[in-house]
C-alpha cells in the first residue's frame, strides 16, 4: 500500500450521529483530512442507503449512490440508541471522542438522555456540534425550532429561492441542495474552531448551526441591498443586479456563462466580437451604463456567440475574460481539470463488479493533504474494531457485536 502523509485532523476522533446530507457531508469533510469518524447508526442504517441510485449489477443494495457519496472514509457501527445496553456503548464511545455531531429535531437527544450537559459533564473536552432546520434554543429559541427542515425549506426561508429564478415572479429552488450542504460547511468550520480552542483551554463547547441561518449567511448581498436601499431583491434570472454583462448566453449548440463589468473586460469582449465600434460607445462605456440597457447588451453579445459552438468559444474566450461554458455531468467526467485535480475519484462498490466514482476532496494542502482513502462503509461493517475501541473485549465484545451486528 502506498504511504501517505497524516491529513491535518489526524487523531482527532469523531462520533457522528447524523443522516441523511447535512452531517453526513460534514463529518465527511472531517474524515477526509484525516479525523477517526465512527458513524453511528441505528439498526436499519442511515436512511439513504435505501434512496438509491444503484448499479444495475449489485443485488446487495447495501450502499446507494446517496450514502456512498456522503459517507466514504468512516467506519460504522449499528447501535440500538433505544437500548441501555446501546446507549452506555455510545456513552463510553463519546468519553474517548473528540468531537460528537448530531442533526436530529431538537429534544430527540435530551429525550435519549444524551444531552449536550451529560454528554460534556463526562467529557468535559467534548465538541458537541448540532445541525438543525432553525438552530437550537440554547442559542436562542426560535418560533420554528420544533419545525422538521429539509434542504429546501432551509433555500426559502434562508432567502436563496427569493432571489433565484427565471423572472421576478417565480422563485425556483438551487439545484444542489444547498440548503444542506452550506450547513455542513458551517459546521465543519464551527467544530474546527471549537476542537482547537478545547486543545488550548481545555474545555469543549456546543457548536450550533441553524440551516436557514447558514443560507441567509451566504445569500448575504439581499441583506446589504434592503438594509442600503429598501429595495427586496428578487428572482432577475441568469443575469446580475449589480454588474453588466454577467450572466448566460447561447451558444451554436448550448450555453455558456461570461463576466465583463469592468471597463477593461467589456473593450475586451468587444474586441473578441468584433464590435470595435463600440468600444468608446458613452452608452455602453461605463458599468452603470449597461446596467440601464441590459438587454441590448446582451443583444450584442448573443448576436456574436450564437453563431460559434462551445468549442470554438472556448477556445476565443478561454484565459481573456472570465468565462466557462455550461457543463453537463458528462462535460465534467471527460473534462481533464477534474481528473488531474483529484476530483473524480473511484472507489469500490459493494455488490458491484466495477468501481464507482465520486467527488473528491476540493480542499488541497500541501502538508496534510485530505484524500479519499476508502469507500463508505457496509452497515456496522468496523462494529467489532469500534467495539474494541470503546473497550469492550472477549465475552463483552462477543455479546454486544452479536446483538448489534445487522442480519
Not at 441505528?42 to 449489477?57: F, K
Not at 446487495?60 to 456512498?68: K, N, P, T, V
Amino acid at each position: 500500500m502506498p504511504s501517505f502523509p497524516p491529513g491535518a485532523l489526524d487523531g482527532i476522533r469523531v462520533i457522528d450521529l447524523t443522516q441523511v446530507l447535512a452531517g453526513p457531508f460534514c463529518t465527511q469533510i472531517l474524515a477526509d483530512h484525516g479525523a477517526e469518524v465512527l458513524k453511528v447508526e441505528p439498526l436499519r442504517g442511515d436512511e439513504t442507503r435505501r434512496l438509491g441510485p444503484y448499479r444495475a449489477d449489485d443485488e446487495l443494495r447495501a450502499i446507494s449512490g446517496y450514502y456512498q457519496s456522503v459517507n466514504r472514509n468512516k467506519k460504522s457501527i449499528a447501535l440500538d440508541l433505544k437500548t441501555p445496553e446501546g446507549r452506555q456503548v455510545l456513552l463510553d464511545l463519546i468519553d474517548g471522542a473528540d468531537a460528537v455531531v448530531e442533526n436530529s429535531r431538537g429534544g430527540v437527544m435530551e429525550r435519549l438522555d444524551l444531552s449536550y450537559e451529560l454528554l460534556s459533564s463526562r467529557n468535559p473536552k467534548l465538541v458537541y456540534a448540532a445541525i438543525r432546520g432553525f438552530g437550537d434554543p440554547r442559542s436562542g429559541e426560535s418560533p420554528y425550532a420544533a419545525w422538521p427542515a429539509f434542504d429546501i425549506v432551509g433555500q426559502a426561508m434562508g432567502g436563496m429561492m427569493g432571489i433565484t429564478g427565471p423572472d421576478a415572479d417565480t422563485p425556483i429552488k438551487v439545484g444542489p441542495g444547498v440548503g444542506d450542504l452550506i450547513p455542513g460547511l458551517f459546521a465543519v468550520i464551527g467544530i474546527v474552531m471549537a476542537l482547537m480552542n478545547a486543545r488550548q483551554l481545555g474545555a469543549g463547547q456546543f457548536v450550533d448551526v441553524s440551516m436557514v441561518d447558514c443560507v441567509l449567511a451566504t445569500s448575504e448581498r439581499i441583506v446589504n441591498q434592503y438594509s442600503y436601499t429598501g429595495r427586496v431583491p428578487c428572482p432577475e434570472g441568469n443575469r446580475h443586479p449589480l454588474l453588466c454583462p454577467y450572466g448566460v448566453v447561447r451558444a451554436a449548440d448550448g450555453w455558456l456563462t461570461l463576466s465583463a463589468p469592468t471597463d477593461a473586460f467589456w473593450r475586451k469582449l468587444l474586441t473578441l466580437i468584433a464590435r470595435h465600434d463600440l468600444v468608446d460607445d458613452a452608452r455602453y462605456s461605463a458599468n452603470e451604463a449597461r446596467l440601464a440597457r441590459q438587454d441590448e447588451v446582451y443583444a450584442v453579445v448573443e448576436d456574436f456567440t450564437r453563431t460559434k459552438t462551445k468549442a470554438e468559444l472556448t477556445e476565443l474566450f478561454g484565459g481573456v475574460i472570465p468565462f466557462g461554458p455550461i457543463y453537463d455531468v458528462s462535460d465534467i467526467f471527460t473534462d481533464p481539470h477534474f481528473r488531474i485535480r483529484d476530483m473524480l475519484v473511484d472507489v469500490d462498490q459493494p455488490g458491484s463488479a466495477t468501481p464507482v466514482t465520486v467527488a473528491g476532496v476540493p480542499i488541497k494542502m500541501s502538508l496534510t493533504p485530505g484524500r479519499v482513502r476508502h469507500r463508505a462503509p457496509l452497515l456496522g461493517e468496523h462494529t467489532r474494531e469500534i467495539l474494541g475501541t470503546a473497550g469492550y473485549a472477549g465475552a463483552a465484545a462477543d455479546r454486544l457485536f452479536h446483538n448489534n451486528i445487522v442480519k
